[in-house]
């Protein structure tokens, strides 16, 4: 009679055991999924934030390429006008220049041509 007990009560615990281990097996798997839909959310989440982020540096660059084209243009324009300035300054002390070399060989050719006669 013992040996029947024995053997139930070591039947029951294996049962139960068993039933555990069911459970324990459920719950793994469980959190196994929750883990792996909120690994996807986050990627998800990650994913639009890189795009976003990408977005505002691409738009970023477009502007800081049209402040410097904008900021060049204006540095040409400026030297144009610099070179147009030094340029027309340079003709004008050119053509005094020749004006007095030209008064000047006149009164060198007329004191030659006095020296000779």
């Keep these: 009679m013992k040996l029947r007990w024995v053997s139930l009560l070591l039947a029951v615990f ?5 039933a ?8 793994v798997d469980k959190t ?13 989440k990650t994913a639009d934030v890189t795009k976003k982020a990408a977005t505002k540096t691409a738009d970023a660059t477009e502007d ?10 204006k540095a040409a324009v400026k030297t144009e006008d ?3 300035s030094a340029a ?3 003709g004008h002390a050119v053509k005094k220049g020749t004006k007095k070399t030209v008064d000047k060989t006149k009164e060198g050719a007329e004191k030659t041509k006095d020296a000779v006669k």
Excluded at 14 to 18: C, D, I, K, L, S
Excluded at 32 to 44: L, R
């Design 14 to 18: 294996a049962f139960g055991a068993m």
């Design 20 to 27: 555990l281990a069911q459970d324990v097996k459920a719950d």
């Design 32 to 44: 196994a999924k929750d883990t792996a839909e909120a690994t996807k959310k986050a990627a998800k």
């Design 64 to 73: 800081t390429a049209k402040k410097a084209g904008h900021a060049t243009k």
């Design 82 to 84: 610099a070179t147009e």
């Design 88 to 90: 027309k300054k340079t």
